[in-house]
């Protein structure tokens, strides 16, 4: 199983935080995260690319037209959570996804400058 970085949606999550398109308050992000009907909802008005570009991950075990192709969600499918990028870099942290750790870690570090 080979994670590679999305950069897609690495320039959508900084286009989003440079427009002020970010929750930075710190919560939880198993609270936060969308619900299946939240996504399905998603699904029905969007297209599985712009549903992948809330992801940092790619995961090519899987087909791109599948939700478990994408990994290492960065918001709500709506704004930037900054609960969802601690999350996903906990998570690419212990995975040893170290590229994507790292680009995670930079757009935390946006965040907390804008604020």
């Known amino acids: 199983m080979a994670i590679v970085l999305n950069k897609a949606a690495v320039d959508r999550a900084k286009y989003l935080i440079e427009a002020g398109e970010v929750t930075s308050?710190?919560?939880d992000w198993n609270e936060e995260k969308p619900t299946p009907t939240e996504v399905e909802q998603f699904l029905e008005a969007h297209d599985m690319e712009e549903y992948g570009e809330w992801f940092l991950g790619k995961n090519d075990q899987f087909d791109n037209e599948v939700k478990e192709?994408?990994?290492y969600p960065y918001g709500d499918l709506?704004?930037?959570q900054r609960c969802a990028l601690v999350h996903s870099h906990a998570q690419a942290e212990k995975r040893g996804d170290k590229e994507i750790a790292h680009i995670i870690k930079?757009?935390?570090e946006i965040i907390d400058e804008r604020k």
Do not use: A, G, M, P
Request: proline share 0%; aromatic share 16%.
């Open 25 to 27: 308050f710190d919560s």
């Open 69 to 71: 192709h994408y990994e």
């Open 78 to 80: 709506r704004e930037v």
């Open 106 to 108: 930079e757009l935390i």
